[in-house]
């Protein structure tokens, strides 16, 4: 455990122990650590935890340092014009020291202290143009008057950097953002503050008894699904895009990582013990805290559903008003094929939705409906006895078998279609909604026209069942939505071809508040960026429009890079152009169409979630799903 957040541990305090000296503004040298943080706060972005950040700048004219106190200032130019005597507006300011290389009245930059590695490193605004040679000079500048001279490396955080790297190491020691992402020991995923019992439960199989609402569970391994508990802290870190992110961030409960969780011998004696969990961007708190067992009384959540509609509905009859006859995925996946007649990239082909009607039949027929009203009218207590009725609902679903008019209109449609192979997925009224994300709840299933393995049937089966799952139905409980109203369509398309890229992106910037900017999560090949295997880090990235910062051109900020693809990006520049254009295309043409606003919500804040892909062939974009983010 690091000395700072051992500090914190079992109490609440300032950041630090030393007393903030607020008529320290400035120091043109740092000789000891005591110095740095009566200067430091938190940084403008909070993509790395536990982090505390100064500001500096040279004086180029006058040749002098100075190193800023980052509570008083929180921009640069608050500095330059209230202790400098700059005279000029933010705008002319703007101009002069991030783009114009030769008549720059400032050098700008921050130093960053990693608290879990003792690093520090300097990093410039993502927007900064600043050429080699002045980079250089900064830095040696730093260098020659901080005590962490040998500790000082230079961070690679945009492309434009990373590719002034051969000439910058000549000179310099850098540090790419994987080697930032690799030292740091926290993050915070969802942040909060929770009463409960603290359990240490190093994996959700093994658990001797089950997991209560009223738990505070620490564990090793990344579950496959978020329980129903009031915190969760975990050894693994997690890509912001995740699943298990997703959920944490939709039900508002405190999630952090923090990789020496087990090895901690004073964390461990809070084991079982009521405890206080408070997570922050850059830390956590835990002490101990008197029982409350506390009482939740959750409004009761009513669907509307269609199931009138029997006929199948092509990709381009779908809209956003079809989602209580299709379910939010199919009908969102009709928006984004509409998009696409006039965009640049693809959704996958032969893509239609089933109604609600034909899952109801199923219902019917099978007997589930009347053992899902039973389940309503008496829900069980205990865990067991829920699992026992939710498989025999599921065991109905899957053993009996499907209407044979249905069958044979979809053996048509597939046999038409000039494609083999087809993704069946879960499309319900009960997922990718505003307030309800249901990320990874539902199932979806691969059909082969060629594999007896892999029929219609089962497919349709499997999907249909999953809405009876214990982890969807324990989530819906946690929300509110009434059981009665739930229902599974079906969205169709043939399987996606072999990918180069795979990947997640929110449209709005989630590190820094009101700040324009494209969340990206990408990873070579097929592997899966939403369910990651240990271990596995993908690009994480942040893509910025085009502003008179960057002289107008699209800026991409690197926070990690793939394991798997030798540290180089997995997409190019111009994929990454390509790709950003279309999700502003797609999130403009939502906002108009399909979009409820909430009161003071502003465009640049309002995010969706979507997932994309590009082919391993052609290298073509496509897009195969959208929802709102939830956060």
Same mark, same amino acid.
């Given at each position: ?551 107008? *051109?699209?800026?991409? @900020?690197?926070? $990690?890079?793939?394991?798997?693809? &030798?540290? +180089? ?5 111009? !994929? =990454? ?20 606003? *909430?009161?003071?919500? @502003?465009?640049? $804040?309002?995010?969706?979630?979507? &997932?994309? +892909? ?5 290298? !073509? =974009? ?10």
């Amino acid at each position: 455990m690091t000395m700072r957040l051992r500090l914190f541990l079992l109490t609440f305090i300032c950041c630090s122990s030393v007393v903030i000296l607020w008529s320290q503004r400035s120091l043109t040298s740092l000789t000891d650590k005591k110095q740095f943080l009566q200067l430091a706060g938190q940084p403008l972005s909070s993509k790395y935890g536990n982090i505390a950040s100064i500001k500096l700048i040279i004086d180029t004219k006058k040749e002098k340092l100075y190193f800023i106190s980052s509570k008083n200032f929180r921009y640069h130019y608050d500095f330059a014009t209230q202790q400098l005597f700059y005279p000029y507006d933010l705008y002319v300011f703007n101009e002069e020291n991030y783009n114009a290389a030769s008549k720059r009245d400032y050098l700008l930059a921050n130093i960053n202290c990693n608290e879990a590695s003792g690093m520090y490193y300097l990093d410039l605004s993502v927007f900064d143009q600043m050429p080699a040679n002045r980079i250089i000079q900064l830095f040696e500048a730093v260098k020659a008057n901080a005590y962490f001279s040998e500790q000082l490396v230079f961070l690679l955080n945009t492309e434009r950097l990373i590719a002034l790297k051969p000439e910058l190491d000549k000179h310099i020691k850098t540090a790419t953002p994987s080697d930032i992402y690799a030292a740091i020991d926290y993050q915070a995923i969802s942040e909060g503050k929770v009463k409960g019992r603290l359990r240490f439960e190093p994996n959700f199989d093994s658990l001797k008894t089950p997991l209560l609402a009223t738990d505070i569970v620490f564990t090793k391994a990344t579950p496959e699904y978020l329980p129903t508990v009031r915190g969760l802290m975990l050894t693994a870190f997690q890509t912001p895009l995740s699943h298990l992110v997703i959920l944490a961030k939709n039900r508002h409960i405190p999630i952090g990582v923090y990789t020496r969780l087990y090895n901690d011998s004073l964390l461990r004696t809070l084991d079982q013990q009521w405890v206080e969990l408070t997570i922050l961007s850059d830390t956590f708190y835990i002490k101990k805290a008197e029982v409350s067992l506390g009482t939740t009384n959750v409004k009761k959540v009513h669907l509307k559903k269609d199931l009138e509609t029997k006929s199948l509905i092509a990709a381009a009859d779908l809209e956003p008003k079809l989602a209580e006859t299709v379910g939010n995925k199919a009908a969102n996946f009709g928006l984004l094929y509409t998009v696409s007649q006039s965009g640049n990239y693809k959704v996958p082909e032969a893509g239609f939705a089933i109604p609600f009607y034909w899952y109801e039949e199923h219902a019917k027929r099978s007997g589930a409906d009347e053992l899902i009203r039973k389940l309503i009218a008496h829900p069980p207590l205990d865990p067991d006895s829920l699992q026992l009725q939710l498989k025999a609902i599921r065991k109905c679903f899957t053993k009996t078998k499907i209407d044979t008019a249905l069958l044979h209109q979809l053996e048509n449609r597939l046999d038409d279609s000039g494609f083999r192979t087809f993704r069946f997925r879960s499309s319900t009224n009960a997922e990718d909604a505003a307030g309800f994300s249901g990320a990874g709840l539902y199932a979806s299933k691969t059909v082969d026209l060629d594999d007896c393995n892999k029929t219609i049937s089962e497919g349709l089966q499997t999907v249909w069942a999953s809405l009876w799952s214990y982890e969807a139905y324990i989530e819906r409980t946690y929300f509110g939505i009434a059981d009665e109203d739930v229902a599974m369509g079906v969205l169709v398309h043939r399987s996606f071809p072999d990918e180069a890229a795979n990947g997640v992106a929110i449209t709005k910037n989630i590190y820094r508040e009101s700040y324009a900017g494209f969340i990206i999560n990408v990873q070579k090949g097929d592997v899966s960026v939403v369910t990651p295997p240990a271990g596995i880090i993908c690009d994480q990235l942040v893509l910025y429009p085009a502003n008179e910062l960057s002289a107008f *051109k699209r800026t991409t @900020e690197v926070i $990690t890079t793939s394991n798997l693809n &030798e540290g +180089k990006l997995v997409l190019s520049d111009t !994929e =990454l152009e390509l790709l950003q254009s279309e999700l502003e295309r797609i999130k403009r043409y939502y906002w108009k169409h399909a979009h409820t606003p *909430k009161i003071n919500e @502003e465009y640049d $804040t309002f995010g969706l979630d979507l &997932e994309f +892909k590009f082919s391993a062939v052609t290298r !073509e =974009l496509y897009i195969k799903q959208v929802r709102i983010y939830n956060d």
